[in-house]
């Protein structure tokens, strides 16, 4: 940014003896540097606030200085003003080398785009004469080393953003701040104390707002408490926002939507005179009643707006149910925790719902990316939903069914378009590329019977739960390997590690063999070993990353009684995941030998 382009009204200015500022206007660089030194002298003589307490609070009862100078106070947000005509800047003084500086910017009305730069000035040498007079006699030397610093950090956009340095040299550093859409509020706070300051509240390391519930007239929210609730035992409530048009990254934005986003007043003390005092304090008292009427609300009370957002202070709950919502319609919801002391906030991950279609009011499960949930679909309710939130940065969605008896139809949808469809009779997954938003998996039953399923969604590869199975999952048996007392099965493995158990036990159905499958496939083939009886099991072998010549697995089972059908079960399983059964197969012993 050019700093000349302030020349004209900081010649103006009062404070700068115009004999002294007439012998420096020989070139734009020495107005600059002026002003910079005006910067210095100006934040000496107001004692620029540091960690003492009474220092802090005369700052805080004389803003008007913040306006004057904009030069931002050590250890209090102030909130200022951006243009998108031009660039706006704002100084922050750090006397000593070596300090710790974290800068945070908050937009309101509008994204921004700022850039953070410096030192632009270095600090003048100690001395007993004023900042303007060292800056005169020390000039000359240090006119050809002046430096208007380098960026440290630029950011566009709408959220809540932070700098920080553990290792600061002293001098002054330069915000220069643009509003990109239109003119708009913004908060700035700056400290040198940025480990001990907990200004904002902490959100836990889990800062996603988790949808529990969706119907079509209500939706159902919770998220985990802050730390600084729960750890640091600081005052905490929460508010939430709900509209149909997008998320809101920021409590500011909400209030600049609600209320509108007018250019602040800079405040003005005056001299001191009681006269004075007296009028400032029934200004203040004027301005509290006007906030507290146009105010965020308090606890349990709602407010609606004609931008149609809705807005609330809940207290200290972590749920939260939306209700009187249109079905078959998008909802942005934001949760916001904020601090009752100072009423800084800090927002949690947001999320967007689409309630459901008024003619389907059944129960949309929500699925936690990872988790497996077991489900059936029954004659009076043949279908079932299941929705997952991927966020709105792009991933990879796997989402997998798992059928435990019979056959189940797979519908995958993103609002209102079919991203993925077939019949799935074993386990089968479906991938979708790109993938962002909201989708909805259905089940629906093929036959009029009841039909228990698994399902399982992730956009992370590494929680997929099953071992991997080959592409042909039957058990075959060896018919002229059959004897009186014993039977020859073989089965295919996969190319990876794992385990594979026989499980065998008597056929005590009257089916035929013919029909045996049909008959078998109305088990729960969900069920793992582990509901099976000790005697029922043959063996189990480990075999380690098998060799493409060595994909067949055989065995032959003695012991086995004449002229009696038996059921033969396969199960695969590694360490840490879920079993997976192949089909079973009905075979029978030889009756005469």
Same mark, same amino acid.
């Given at each position: 940014m050019n700093l000349g382009n302030y020349r004209c009204g900081l010649c103006n200015r009062k404070c700068i003896d115009r004999r002294k500022a007439a012998r420096t206007m020989l070139a734009c660089r020495d107005i600059v540097t002026l002003f910079l030194a005006w910067l210095v002298?100006?934040?000496r003589c107001q004692s620029l606030p540091t960690r003492d307490e009474e220092l802090f609070i005369h700052q805080m009862k004389n803003p008007e200085t913040f306006h004057d100078s904009r030069l931002i106070p050590d250890g209090a947000e102030v909130k200022a003003y951006a243009m998108t005509s031009s660039l706006s800047p704002y100084f922050f003084l750090v006397e000593e080398d070596s300090t710790a500086l974290a800068i945070t910017v908050t937009p309101c009305a509008s994204p921004l785009e700022w850039m953070l730069s410096g030192p632009i000035y270095d600090m003048l040498e100690e001395g007993s004469a004023s900042g303007i007079e060292q800056f005169e006699k020390q000039w000359p030397q240090r006119r050809s080393s002046l430096s208007m610093g380098s960026p440290l950090k630029t950011y566009?956009?709408?959220?809540v953003s932070t700098h920080s340095l553990s290792n600061s040299p002293a001098g002054i550093y330069m915000l220069s701040v643009r509003a990109i859409e239109k003119d708009s509020s913004f908060m700035i706070y700056a400290t040198t104390t940025p480990n001990s300051d907990r200004i904002y509240p902490v959100l836990p390391s889990d800062s996603q707002v988790d949808v529990t519930a969706v119907r079509k007239n209500r939706v159902s929210l919770a998220w985990k408490a802050s730390v600084s609730d729960t750890v640091y035992k600081q005052p905490i409530k929460y508010c939430v926002a709900m509209n149909t048009e997008r998320n809101y990254p920021t409590l500011c934005s909400i209030e600049a939507r609600l209320y509108g986003d007018r250019r602040p007043v800079v405040p003005n003390t005056g001299f001191g005179f009681s006269s004075e005092k007296n009028k400032n304090i029934k200004e203040s008292r004027k301005n509290r009643k006007r906030k507290n009427r146009r105010g965020p609300p308090s606890?349990?009370? *709602? &407010?609606?707006?004609?931008?149609?957002i809705t807005f609330e202070c809940i207290g200290t709950k972590t749920l939260h149910t939306f209700t009187d919502l249109e079905p078959n319609q998008k909802y942005f919801f934001d949760v916001f925790a904020v601090d009752t002391t100072t009423n800084r906030s800090t927002a949690y991950t947001s999320v967007e719902v689409v309630t459901r279609p008024s003619e389907n009011d059944e129960k949309v499960v929500v699925l936690k990316d990872g988790k497996i949930i077991d489900s059936s679909v029954r004659p009076s309710q043949p279908s079932k939903t299941f929705q997952i939130d991927v966020g709105q940065k792009?991933?990879? *969605? &796997?989402?997998?069914?798992?059928?435990?008896s019979d056959p189940v139809r797979v519908e995958i949808w993103r609002d209102t378009e079919l991203v993925k469809s077939g019949d799935v009779e074993d386990l089968?997954?479906?991938?979708i590329n790109n993938a962002k938003g909201i989708f909805d998996i259905k089940i629906v039953g093929t036959l009029k019977l009841t039909t228990h399923f698994r399902v399982f969604a992730t956009t992370k590869p590494r929680k997929y739960p099953y071992p991997r199975m080959p592409e042909d999952n039957r058990i075959k048996p060896f018919r002229n390997l059959r004897e009186c007392d014993s039977l020859t099965v073989a089965w295919l493995i996969s190319s990876e590690t794992a385990q594979y158990c026989l499980y065998k036990r008597e056929d005590t159905s009257t089916k035929t063999e013919s029909d045996g499958r049909k008959n078998l496939r109305l088990e729960n083939t969900c069920h793992g070993p582990e509901t099976r009886k000790k005697s029922e099991k043959v063996f189990c072998q480990k075999v380690h990353a098998p060799s493409e010549e060595d994909t067949v697995m055989t065995k032959m089972v003695t012991g086995l009684k004449q002229g009696t059908g038996y059921v033969f079960d396969v199960y695969v399983s590694r360490d840490g995941k879920q079993s997976l059964a192949y089909r079973s197969v009905k075979v029978k012993t030889k009756k005469y030998c």
């Open positions: 002298a100006v934040a566009i956009g709408q959220n606890n349990g009370s *709602l &407010l609606r707006s004609e931008s149609d792009t991933k990879e *969605l &796997l989402a997998t069914v798992q059928p435990c089968q997954s479906f991938t």
